[in-house]
């Protein structure tokens, strides 16, 4: 199943010479990479839903703690940690 995961923006960086804004994003306590080219008015700070790779929409911080534990209670965080496990040994995740 495709999930957005919620997660809040750690930092901000503009990549391929300024054409791309990207963010460090903290999902629980792992850190991904994710595209904010759909949504270029999020800051350090922000939550934001996470889609294979893109933010898709802000939100605030208690609906994103209410879906991060929905998604903890239900196992689908699993795969989250797996996938994170999965690019440390040289592998490619789609979060």
Do not use: W
């Amino acid at each position: 199943m495709c999930l957005a995961i919620p997660g809040k923006i750690k930092s901000i960086e503009y990549q391929y010479n300024g054409l791309v804004k990207m963010a460090q994003v903290v999902f629980g306590g792992i850190t991904k990479q994710a595209s904010l080219e759909m949504l270029p008015d999020a800051e350090v700070g922000d939550y934001v839903l996470v889609h294979v790779g893109v933010a898709i929409s802000k939100i605030d911080e208690d609906e994103a703690k209410k879906t991060f534990e929905y998604l903890k209670e239900i196992g689908e965080l699993d795969e989250l940690v797996e996938s994170s496990q999965i690019e440390r040994d040289g592998g490619s995740c789609a979060l």
